[in-house]
Nanobody, 126 residues
Framework: EVQLVESGGGLVQPGGSLRLSCTAS????????MTWVRQAPGKGLEWVSS????????YYADSVKGRFTISTDDAKRTVYLQMNSLKSEDTAVYSC???????????????????WGQGTQVTVSS
């Protein structure tokens, strides 16, 4: 059974930090591009960051560049999202996704992914 389980969300003050984790099972983790997306209340899905396996590169949305860092631990089958200097506009449900057939131009396309987690809530508020 394929599973992606996120953890690490919570309530944090503006300027604070959180580290999200997404642990995978049921597929060959290091063959899959791993991505974090988020959905704020009343808004659509927003791509946040990816580890693109084909060329072992990382990519970030402009809104999080310089503040967020994505990384993987293949031995633990886990992808992380370190979030620093958090802002109120980062408040959202954060989900991870895995895809095996992506090309660079499809990283931001939800339809390109094979598996999705349930999400973890991140609230940035004083």
């Amino acid at each position: 059974e394929v599973q992606l389980v996120e953890s690490g969300g919570g309530l944090v003050q503006p300027g604070g930090s959180l580290r999200l984790s997404c642990t995978a099972s049921g597929f060959t983790f290091d063959d899959y591009t791993m991505t974090w997306v988020r959905q704020a209340p009343g808004k659509g899905l927003e791509w946040v960051s990816s580890v693109y396996r084909a060329i072992t590169s990382t990519y970030y949305a402009d809104s999080v560049k310089g503040r967020f860092t994505i990384s993987t631990d293949d031995a633990k089958r886990t992808v992380y999202l370190q979030m620093n200097s958090l802002k109120s506009e980062d408040t959202a449900v954060y989900s991870c996704a895995a895809g095996s057939r992506l090309i660079l131009s499809t990283l931001r396309s939800a339809n390109a992914y094979d598996y999705w987690g349930q999400g973890t809530q991140v609230t940035v508020s004083s």
